[in-house]
């Protein structure tokens, strides 16, 4: 036998041990079965949000047509729920939040609710100034509120 040199201890890729490559190594060993298992659930998380945030646009969509038509009262529930799609897609503090917010106090101002308009706006506003800056043109339009 051949004498054994002192070498790190190297992945099949070349990297040293606890590198991204021995990570890598790692998941080699997971079954075949697990592997896909976990690919098949990725794709299903993917598809699910693709799916929500479609789902955030055609609110928007059937709530600027009806705002439009003067429907404020069949506007609110749909904007009510393009609130709610787009916290659980896109999280609290999104844009698209913050936009839906902003299209709820327009409703909400039209049905003479001006409290609550006025809380949906501040919202937005908050949103806005967060993920924009207070210099955005975000911030200037919804200050025209």
């Known amino acids: 036998m051949g004498k054994r040199l002192n070498r790190p201890n190297r992945s099949p890729l070349g990297r040293v041990a606890g590198s991204s490559a021995t ?8 079954p075949f079965a697990g592997r896909v298992l976990t690919a098949t659930i990725l794709f299903l998380l993917v ?13 928007s969509e059937q709530v600027l047509q009806l705002r439009n038509q003067g429907k404020y009262s069949d ?16 999280g609290a503090q999104d ?18 609710k001006y409290a ?6 501040r919202r937005s506003l908050d949103i806005f100034v967060k993920t924009s800056g207070a210099q955005s043109e975000d911030v200037a339009s ?4």
């Not at 990570?23 to 080699?28: F, M, P, S």
């Not at 609550?116 to 706006?121: I, K, L, P, Q, S």
């Open 23 to 30: 990570r890598w190594a790692t998941i080699r060993h997971i």
């Open 47 to 59: 598809i699910d949000a693709a799916a929500q945030s479609a789902r955030w646009y055609q609110l």
């Open 75 to 90: 506007a609110l529930p749909l904007v009510q729920q393009a609130v709610n799609v787009a916290q659980s897609t896109f």
């Open 95 to 112: 844009r698209h939040v913050a936009l839906s917010l902003n299209e709820l106090g327009l409703v909400l101002e039209q049905l003479e």
């Open 116 to 121: 609550d308009a006025e809380n949906a706006f």
């Open 142 to 145: 919804q200050l025209n509120h």
